[in-house]
């Protein structure tokens, strides 16, 4: 099993401009989440989606869009970055209550 | 809403027994889990405490007190790659499963 995968591992944008971080599990969990880290603090949630079709906000929702087609693959969606959104950016699947499998994350710039 | 204090650094000898405490404010609490992360590493999971009392796993101890809204990650015979960052996390919607982090306790493991 590959676990949680995150694409790509760096990204650097300019304001404005949109993108898809990619993330997919192949352990069959049905809960996903994203959480973004910025330098010295905890993770804060941003989307989760706890089956296909389900989604709702977490903690920091402005600015990024999710969907679950699949119970594989959980992208997160910015619609229009901003150096505010400046973070390492990590996907989450878990199966069993509180034992999260996080992706190695994707290290997002924005200029 | 949901906050959690954790000191911010922790610094200890290889051998010896380090205390890392959280204390927590919840609207509602359903367990309490700690997590590591590596300089550059994804959070990886280490033990959940739902009930009272200490749950021990390896070199690794968690302890809860649901009525002081508290808890301890006990790191035994610590070793240099210990050095690491801990993050106490609660769970306080079990509908959610959604996890609020606390900021993180930077553990630095001296020779």
């Known amino acids: 099993n590959a676990g949680v995968t995150q694409t790509p591992k760096f990204q650097v944008l300019k304001t404005g401009q949109s993108m898809t971080l990619q993330c997919a599990q192949d352990?069959?969990?049905?809960?996903m989440s994203w959480y973004r880290q910025d330098p010295g603090m905890g993770l804060r949630l941003i989307h989760y989606?706890?089956?296909?079709?389900?989604?709702d906000q977490g903690e920091v929702p402005n600015g990024y869009n999710v969907s679950r087609s699949t119970t594989e693959d959980f992208p997160l969606r910015l619609l229009s970055a901003a150096p505010s959104q400046t973070s390492v950016y990590f996907c989450a699947s878990a199966k069993r209550d509180n034992e999260q499998f996080f992706g190695p994350g994707t290290r997002l710039t924005v200029l | 809403g949901q906050s959690l204090e954790q000191p911010s650094e922790v610094t200890a000898v290889e051998g010896a027994i380090v205390q890392i405490n959280c204390t927590y404010q919840t609207s509602g609490f359903y367990g309490l889990s700690w997590y590591q992360q590596h300089d550059g590493g994804a959070p990886t999971f280490l033990s959940y405490n739902a009930l009272d009392g200490l749950e021990e796993t390896g070199r690794f101890s968690s302890f809860l007190s649901r009525s002081d809204s508290y808890g301890y990650l006990l790191l035994q015979e610590l070793q240099m790659k210990d050095s690491a960052s801990y993050f106490c996390?609660?769970?306080?919607?079990?509908?959610?499963?959604?996890?609020?982090f606390g900021s993180g306790t930077r553990l630095q493991v001296q020779p």
């Open positions: 989606s706890v089956g296909a079709g389900i989604t």
């Open positions: 996390a609660v769970k306080a919607d079990t509908g959610r499963r959604a996890l609020t």
């Open positions: 352990m069959n969990h049905e809960y």
